[in-house]
């Protein structure tokens, strides 16, 4: 192959590098965020722990999005327990969840818990499949259980 021919092949795919349209997937995943929270990391064995789900609308636009709840179809949660189990959160699946439109710059707020029943280290992992294609992955926490204090 000469010189030249080389030259425009690689001008050719620096072209349909360049021009190549993004992965819409990737892109959605920039729409929303998913934040997952507990109030604190340490909690006693037996004592409810709170997670909090935020789901963020971080474009200009409204989106429309399927309502919180613990369903396949909206908020998958689950637990690991430090037995290497895991657990998910009991859903109602079947349900039929509403489509509702998230404000620009806005966020929904879900709250749902667990009572940890082994002692140690355990991990929480979110997903959302209420909009597009691809869950939405939120960030894992980890939280310990720890015996109470006898008073």
Request: net charge positive.
């Amino acid at each position: 192959m000469s010189r030249k021919a080389l030259r425009v092949v690689l001008a050719i795919l620096l072209l349909v590098m360049f021009f190549k349209t993004p992965n819409s997937v990737y892109a959605q995943e920039n729409l929303l965020e998913l934040l997952v929270k507990t109030d604190r990391m340490i909690y006693r064995l037996d004592e409810s722990v709170f997670i909090t789900l935020y789901l963020i609308n971080n474009t200009d636009e409204p989106l429309e999005v399927v309502e919180p709840a613990v369903d396949r179809n909206s908020f998958n949660v689950e637990i690991m327990q430090p037995n290497n189990k895991k657990e998910k959160l009991l859903a109602i699946y079947g349900l039929e969840l509403k489509k509702i439109r998230l404000y620009s710059k806005k966020r929904l707020k879900f709250v749902t818990k667990f009572t940890p029943e082994l002692l140690g280290e355990y991990q929480i992992n979110v997903r959302y499949n209420g909009f597009g294609q691809k869950p939405l992955v939120g960030n894992p926490v980890k939280l310990f259980v720890v015996r109470g204090i006898k008073k």
